[in-house]
């Protein structure tokens, strides 16, 4: 089964929120695959992700260089792959899989490009509506991202309210 949540952002904080609300309720063993156009927010979420689960130190830069970085120290390792610039064939799937597949959180940017399909994962992608403001749609595949979609849901929710309020406000 397939479950949707459609989330708006209108700054690269509330996006990052997001990415910290995600990963406040990680457990490990998930994995996030992210798509979406260049600069349309995928590593500001993952920047948000790596605080919810506690990872200290610098915050996050995009590891497209590097093909995947590895942070340690929060509640699970984090990592944090970027497949843009990935040549076609390069990619070791075998080494990947124990990242993929192990105990810690894999979110994996043009996740689209690793040439095999993910079973079990949550997929976000992200578009562009203006300047800053991005529309999110998150799906579940597979029962373990039943509390991510619920925290994502969630924090919609809080903010549809909280721009109901500021409406308000301005009409009173
Ligand atoms: N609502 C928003 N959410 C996230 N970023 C936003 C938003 N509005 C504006 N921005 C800006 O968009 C840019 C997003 O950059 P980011 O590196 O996160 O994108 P990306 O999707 O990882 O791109 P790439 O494909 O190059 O890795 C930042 O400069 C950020 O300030
Ligand atoms: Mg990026």
Do not use: N
Not at 56 to 81: C, K, N
Not at 83 to 98: I, M, Q, S, V, Y
């Amino acid at each position: 089964m397939t479950e949707e949540v459609i989330l708006r952002t209108e700054s690269e904080e509330e996006t990052h929120a997001l990415g910290v609300r995600l990963g406040l309720v990680l457990l490990g063993g998930e994995r996030i695959g992210l798509s979406g156009e260049l600069g349309a927010g995928k590593t500001c979420l993952v920047r948000g992700i790596a605080e919810g689960l506690g990872v200290p130190g610098d915050p996050v830069r995009s590891p497209s260089f590097t093909l995947m970085a590895i942070y340690e120290g929060g509640r699970r390792p984090l990592y944090h792959l970027d497949l843009f610039r990935l040549l076609p064939g390069a990619l070791d799937r075998l080494a990947l899989r124990e990242y993929l597949y192990g105990d810690g959180i894999a979110v994996i940017e043009w996740f689209e490009r690793l040439g095999e399909p993910l079973e079990d994962f949550l997929e976000i992608s992200m578009t562009f509506v203006g300047a800053d403001s991005r529309r999110l749609v998150a799906r579940g595949h597979g029962l373990r991202y039943a509390p991510l979609l619920d925290a994502l849901r969630e924090a919609e929710q809080k903010r549809l309210s909280r721009r109901g309020a500021k409406k308000e406000k301005k009409y009173r």
